[in-house]
């Protein structure tokens, strides 16, 4: 058995697309249009794992955008997606540069928590040991839920 990808549908793809390749920083490797059936599968890597995902077409994250608008509810119900990054207090500073809320700063220094615009939770795991405390994290609050 192997991991392939987590499906997340999307409601606007651009806005979506805005989220999790401009902001977070993942890469699409894939894309595929079906008219027929009048959808869009757009799938995404982490910028490390991009080429092995065009090759064995794991790990990714396939974003489904059905043409006829939807209101989905219920994001969080399956929990969450993590990743991995390299300085978790300068991602997280970048995402809210870009506007993002950070629903769960990395207080500890090793795990944050950010939501994109159609509810997916995203934990964000600092990678090897957890970092020193530091401000502004340290006494950040929570914001809604993650």
């Given at each position: 058995?192997?991991?392939?990808?987590?499906?997340?549908?999307?409601?606007?793809?651009?806005?979506?697309?805005?989220?999790?390749?401009?902001?977070?920083?993942l890469?699409?490797?894939?894309?595929?249009?079906?008219?027929?059936?009048?959808?869009?599968?757009?799938?995404?890597?982490?910028?490390?794992?991009?080429?092995?995902?065009?090759t064995?077409?794991?790990p990714?994250?396939?974003?489904?955008w059905?043409?006829?608008?939807?209101?989905?509810?219920g994001?969080?119900?399956?929990?969450?997606?993590?990743?991995?990054?390299?300085?978790?207090?300068?991602?997280?500073?970048?995402?809210?540069?870009?506007?993002?809320?950070?629903?769960?700063?990395?207080?500890?220094?090793?795990?944050?928590?950010?939501?994109?615009?159609?509810?997916?939770?995203?934990?964000?795991?600092?990678?090897?040991?957890?970092?020193?405390?530091?401000?502004?994290?340290?006494?950040?609050?929570?914001?809604?839920?993650?």
């Amino acid at each position: 058995m192997r991991y392939l990808h987590t499906m997340v549908r999307v409601r606007d793809l651009d806005e979506a697309l805005d989220f999790w390749c401009d902001k977070l920083g993942l890469v699409e490797v894939r894309r595929a249009e079906n008219a027929a059936g009048r959808f869009t599968l757009v799938f995404l890597a982490a910028p490390d794992d991009a080429e092995q995902s065009r090759t064995t077409a794991a790990p990714q994250v396939e974003l489904t955008w059905n043409w006829d608008p939807e209101t989905y509810t219920g994001g969080r119900n399956f929990g969450h997606l993590a990743y991995q990054v390299d300085d978790i207090y300068a991602h997280c500073r970048r995402l809210m540069d870009k506007g993002v809320v950070i629903n769960r700063p990395p207080r500890d220094g090793r795990m944050a928590f950010v939501k994109s615009p159609d509810g997916i939770s995203i934990e964000l795991l600092q990678k090897g040991d957890a970092l020193p405390p530091a401000e502004p994290w340290a006494t950040m609050a929570n914001t809604g839920t993650w």
